[in-house]
């Protein structure tokens, strides 16, 4: 089992910037590939972004390409989501999720661990 706990959610102006952080526990973290994903108000959950277990290759959607930076710091067992020129559209919760998946996985299926998320809200 792998535990997700996001954090670093909160409102902020459009063209603001948050830091999102997801901090795993439970099984060895560098053996997963990591997303964020995230859930508007009667929308579907949307892949945001991915990175490889080593944190070498990152893959985006592109609605958040150039906006969005994910990252991850092994040693902490933490991965980040670095949000900037924020758009109202972005307003959403956010989640973490963990996978074995060798492949880039966009789909919600391919991730078999999940955070309880974190709300962000930007305003206009």
């Known amino acids: 089992q792998v535990q997700l706990v996001e954090s670093g959610g909160g409102l902020v102006q459009a063209g603001g910037s948050l830091r999102l952080s997801c901090a795993a526990s439970?099984?060895?973290?560098?053996?997963?590939?990591m997303a964020w994903f995230r859930q508007a108000p009667g929308k579907e959950r949307d892949f945001v972004s991915t990175?490889?277990?080593?944190?070498?290759?990152?893959y985006y959607a592109d609605s958040v390409k150039g906006r969005f930076t994910i990252s991850r710091d092994n040693a902490k067992a933490t991965v980040y989501l670095q949000m900037n020129s924020l758009k109202p559209e972005d307003t959403a919760i956010y989640y973490c999720a963990a996978s074995s998946i060798t492949y880039i996985g966009t789909a919600r299926n391919d991730y078999g661990y999940w955070g309880q998320g974190t709300q962000v809200t930007v305003s206009s």
């Open positions: 990175i490889t277990r080593g944190g070498t290759s990152t």
């Open positions: 439970g099984r060895t973290f560098s053996n997963y590939r």
